[in-house]
């Protein structure tokens, strides 16, 4: 009989970057305190008077708020328990997610990641890193850059990742709110100024920086590129995935919308105007990450509060739980996916047309 019978709240860890903000509204407004103190019921902490850019939700240092695994870290848990925590379908005792919120104040590098082949080939003991972007708020002057325009030559790259005049190259796009992108290895990409996004991806931060555009990092220095490895795993033929059709349905407790699948994860939006009972999954793990609103959190065993910004692991021995929102609740709910039976047949049943389905679903 499984240890982890109730969702568990983990506290996120906040990381510092060049181009991040010191104010996280709107999922974390609020939380800094002054002296970067933060709200005791362990929503993480900010450290004080820093740019913050990312705040990892599933960092292998993230601690859980309660449960059995109160006060050890994502890691140690993981470790400790493999499968008992993560599910059959995830047998190892690494976490399978990475997931983040991003806090865009300026340009981040642009980069590109290598596929699980290339990294197991050319980085041991790494995964390549498939990722994907949800837009939570963008700004007048939001921007990021998804793939190469038509015609450009690695040659032509290289001499622009070495001069910081890359941009050029690149296809330039305007975000808008709730827009998905998917971004899979060997695609060039940089996100701009103004945004306010959620980032989840193989559980890897293995990054190859082409272009930073002649900045210097935090500690005063320029960052590092990743030229030759990088031009490697470019792959030029990649077309830009976004703006991606909004697919929703009506469910008893309010609207489901299937966002994103791949077979490294996927991403759906839960929008709940009033209490709703569900069920954890007996076979893997489920994330929540709430967006709006606050109430309580219940299973058979233990129950709790969530607000705006927590995220809670749902683990395979929840079994039923209920979500009673004190106001309208938002949220998001990512996984390891079996895409037939999560994505393919509950679209199907629907009614939702195969050429609708196939445009959310990377397999």
């Known amino acids: 009989m499984s240890l982890f019978k109730t969702p568990m709240q983990l506290a996120p860890v906040f ?13 974390f407004e609020g939380r800094e305190a002054a002296g970067g103190g933060v709200e005791p019921r362990g929503a993480g902490e900010q450290p004080p008077g820093e740019l913050i850019g990312e705040i990892w939700l599933t960092d292998e240092q993230a601690r859980f708020v309660n449960g059995p695994a109160a006060g050890m870290t994502l890691g140690e848990a993981s470790e400790k328990y493999g499968p008992e925590l993560h599910g059959q379908t995830w047998p190892g005792r690494s ?23 290339y990294a197991a080939l050319k980085e041991p003991g790494n995964r390549g890193k498939c990722e994907m972007w949800y837009m939570l708020q963008t700004a007048s002057d939001s921007a990021f ?40 290895p060997g695609m060039v990409h940089a996100l701009g100024p103004g945004l306010v996004l959620f980032e989840v991806e193989e559980n890897s931060d293995l990054t190859y920086r082409l272009d ?3 900045r210097l ?37 309010g609207t489901r919308r299937l966002v994103l699948a791949s077979r490294f994860f996927a991403l759906e939006e839960l929008r709940l105007p009033a209490p709703a009972a569900f069920s954890g999954s007996a076979e893997r793990l489920e994330l929540l990450s709430f967006l709006e609103g606050e109430g309580q959190i219940a299973s058979q065993t233990d129950e709790g509060t969530f607000h705006r910004g927590e995220t809670w692991l749902v683990p395979p021995g929840a ?45």
């Open 15 to 27: 990381k510092p970057k060049i181009w991040g903000r010191r104010h996280l509204s709107p999922l």
């Open 95 to 117: 976490f399978p997610l990475l997931a983040k919120y991003i806090f865009t104040s300026d340009w981040l590098s642009v980069q590109v990641h290598p596929d699980d082949e």
């Open 145 to 184: 850059l998804l793939g190469l325009k038509r015609g450009v030559t690695l040659e032509q790259l290289h001499q622009a990742f070495k001069t910081g005049t890359s941009r050029s190259l690149l296809e330039e796009f305007t975000p808008t709110a709730e827009e998905a992108i998917f971004v899979p």
């Open 212 to 214: 930073d555009f002649g």
């Open 217 to 253: 990092g935090l500690d005063g220095r320029p960052r590092p590129l990743h030229l030759e490895k990088g031009l490697e795993v470019i792959r030029r033929e990649l077309a830009p995935q976004r703006q991606l059709p909004r697919v929703e349905m009506s469910e008893d407790y």
């Open 319 to 363: 079994g039923h739980y209920r979500l009673m929102p004190a106001r309208a609740t938002r949220l998001l709910k990512f996984y390891v996916p079996e895409i037939e039976r999560d994505f393919r047949r509950p679209l199907a049943e629907r009614g939702i047309p195969a050429k609708l389905a196939d445009a959310i679903i990377f397999e």
